[in-house]
């Protein structure tokens, strides 16, 4: 199974919203609706933000979003905020009864 | 509240077998349904989901790893493990336990370990 695809980076202004893609094949992402996402700070276990393409867990901002399109998911951050830079990584369940991840992308808040 | 918490030596050495325990506090590991996992990350580099392993034994694996994984679970400890085999540099790196946030799911993974750095080097 390959990595699904993220950009390497993304960056925006404080208030902006940005989006993160994530590109797999009909054999991950287009095949099931078990796309989730994980913010992770520096030193820090990622945290679960996005799970089932647009589902956020209780306590995470509303100003989370994700959603799917075909083979590509996609994370949507709006109203940035200096505490939302962090890598950000894409997830899927696969055919193959297995899981895999994007190859993360790094959010910088300018 | 569930806490999951890895252990196991530090600095394993090239070619030998890297051995890593995840004790489960704060709920059973034989709750039904639920699958319990292992992730590694490399310094700098992203997540790799390594494999997993359902309450009553069944495992899955990452295609890449798996004539090297085994994952096993012992209940009477409230604890799962990963070994892997034939180790070489490439598999430095910080390993996560993990468990979903949902019975018979492989993911999401609402539960992390705080992770553990396992260097491998001579």
């Known amino acids: 199974q390959s990595a699904l695809t993220q950009p390497a980076s993304v960056s925006g202004s404080p208030g902006q919203s940005i989006t993160i893609s994530c590109t797999g094949t009909?054999?991950?992402?287009?095949?099931?609706?078990?796309v989730s996402w994980y913010q992770q700070h520096p030193g820090k276990a990622p945290k679960l933000m996005i799970y089932d393409v647009n589902n956020r867990p209780s306590g995470v901002s509303d100003r989370f979003s994700g959603s799917k399109s075909g083979n590509t998911a996609s994370l949507t951050i709006s109203g940035l905020q200096a505490e939302d830079e962090a890598d950000y990584y894409c997830c899927s369940y696969t055919s193959y009864s297995t899981v895999v991840f994007g190859g993360g992308t790094k959010l910088t808040v300018l | 509240q569930l806490q999951l918490q890895e252990s196991g030596p530090g600095l394993v050495k090239p070619s030998e077998t890297l051995s890593l325990t995840c004790t489960v506090s704060?709920?059973?590991?034989?709750?039904?349904?639920?699958?319990w996992g292992w992730i590694r990350q490399p310094p700098g580099k992203g997540l790799e989901w390594i494999g997993s392993?359902?309450?009553?034994?069944?495992?899955y694996y990452n295609p890449s790893l798996k004539s090297r994984v085994t994952i096993s679970v012992d209940t009477s400890k409230n604890q799962f493990s990963l070994k892997l085999s034939s180790v070489t540099a490439a598999d430095t790196a910080v390993y996560y336990c993990?468990?979903?946030?949902?019975?018979?799911?492989?993911?999401?993974?609402?539960?992390w370990g705080q992770g553990t750095l396992v260097t491998v080097s001579s």
């Open positions: 009909s054999s991950d992402i287009g095949g099931y609706n078990y």
């Open positions: 993990v468990k979903p946030s949902a019975p018979n799911r492989r993911q999401p993974f609402d539960y």
């Open positions: 704060g709920g059973s590991i034989s709750s039904s349904g639920y699958f």
């Open positions: 392993i359902y309450y009553s034994g069944s495992t």
